[in-house]
């Protein structure tokens, strides 16, 4: 059997790509397959053919006979078509598969152009949020139903990940314990100033286990300014059958922010069925030499991907603060490099009803939820009574 070469045009948005690979090769189990890219001199500094290549490996390794990349000015028509008549000229294929979803406009004319004239040539384009197109040398259409995972997403856009997706409570748990952080705000407030403090870094640094009962008597009213005793703090510690003599920094997380994020976790992939390659919890990420930790991310049934910003409250001025600088943290999150479909999303347990910073998340292109879509009626009248 003869080579196949497929080619890929290579630009900012990588998944279109992988979806292509990913269909092709479940509808054409072909071997002895090229990976021809047709890229830029900038789209190669970002390493956007690597990150495609790093997306499919555990797909590409079976089918693959080589990588192949041809340079192109993506503003010169010409020259790009010259490239790939040298291409081509050097190199004999039975059949080439083209898709020209990727580069620039003038990339997709030149390549379309060049592939309809060249033997044994099949040109595919995929429109955003459409199906894909068979465009020479018949027309017909495909409905792709291919799923990116979380890791193949990440990997598309060269960014590194790590998380667990482990939680310490289950939803049926998780969906109720917003009653008793409400019950207990002041000692809530007190535990997160605790842990924030010098003093406590210091008592658990290196992964120690705290004992809240031995805590300096000095020390701790030093941290603690609303009153809040020891004895209040260890009580909070049996509502969740913590051991006060023996609390983990993981279990104090929980209680001063961690058990919501579980929630919307839990509560997003119970309600839109979202496989566990799908969605994730507490993700750190490294892109580059930036690094930061996403609350939860998850892939939709079109391969978007949505980022979402946990505070469990935001109430007052203190709170409005950290609404504010939320919203702007997930902005800039977005702009540096999910892809141009990826979503923004903040949620809370709050209810907003600020204009300024409704406005802001509207003008930030970011889907606020709050307490009034996160609760059920039954939920909602626990709190009103």
């Given at each position: 059997?003869g ?45 956007k ?18 990588f ?118 002041d ?18 640094k ?86 930061q930790e ?5 892939i ?11 505070k ?74």
């Open positions: 059997m080579k196949t070469a497929i080619i890929l045009l290579v630009s900012q948005q990588t998944i279109p790509n992988v979806i292509f690979l990913k269909w092709f090769f479940k509808n054409n189990m072909q071997t002895n397959v090229d990976i021809i890219f047709v890229s830029t001199h900038k789209m190669e500094v970002d390493e053919s690597d990150c495609i290549k790093n997306a499919t490996n555990f797909m590409l390794i079976k089918f693959i006979s080589s192949n990349t041809i340079i192109v000015n993506e503003n010169n028509m010409q020259q790009i078509q010259s490239e790939l008549k040298k291409y081509f000229t050097k190199h004999s294929y039975q059949n080439v598969i083209a898709n020209i979803t990727g580069g620039t406009k003038l990339m997709s004319i030149a390549a379309y152009d060049f592939f309809k004239n060249l033997a044994n040539s099949e040109i595919y384009y995929q429109p955003i949020n459409d199906d894909l197109q068979k465009l020479n040398p018949t027309k017909e259409m495909y409905e792709v139903k291919e799923l990116v995972t979380l890791d193949e997403y990440f990997k598309a856009y060269g960014i590194k990940t790590e998380y667990k997706n482990k939680c310490l409570f289950s939803f049926e748990v998780n969906k109720n314990i917003y009653k008793i952080i409400e019950k207990n705000k000692v809530v407030n007190a535990l997160r100033a605790c842990r924030n403090s010098d003093y406590f870094k210091k008592k658990t290196g992964g120690k286990l705290a004992n809240f009962n031995e805590l300096d008597e000095e020390q701790f009213t030093k941290v603690i300014k609303n009153g809040v005793s020891k004895k209040e703090i260890c009580d909070l510690f049996s509502e969740f059958k913590f051991d006060s003599n023996a609390v983990s920094g993981e279990q104090i997380d929980y209680i001063i922010g961690g058990w919501f994020e579980e929630f919307v976790f839990q509560k997003i992939q119970k309600e839109q069925n979202i496989p566990n390659d799908k969605i994730a919890i507490n993700v750190k990420i490294k892109k580059g030499e930036t690094e996403l609350d939860v991310v998850y939709d049934t079109k391969n978007k991907l949505h980022v979402i910003e946990c469990s409250y935001v109430d007052g001025n203190k709170g409005s603060d950290v609404l504010s600088n939320a919203l702007y943290k997930i902005q800039a999150i977005i702009k540096s490099g999910f892809g141009l479909s990826a979503k923004s999303h903040l949620y809370t347990m709050s209810v907003v009803n600020k204009k300024s910073a409704l406005n802001r998340a509207k003008d930030f292109n970011i889907t606020l939820v709050d307490r009034t879509s996160l609760l059920s009626n039954e939920d909602k009248e626990f709190v009103d009574g």
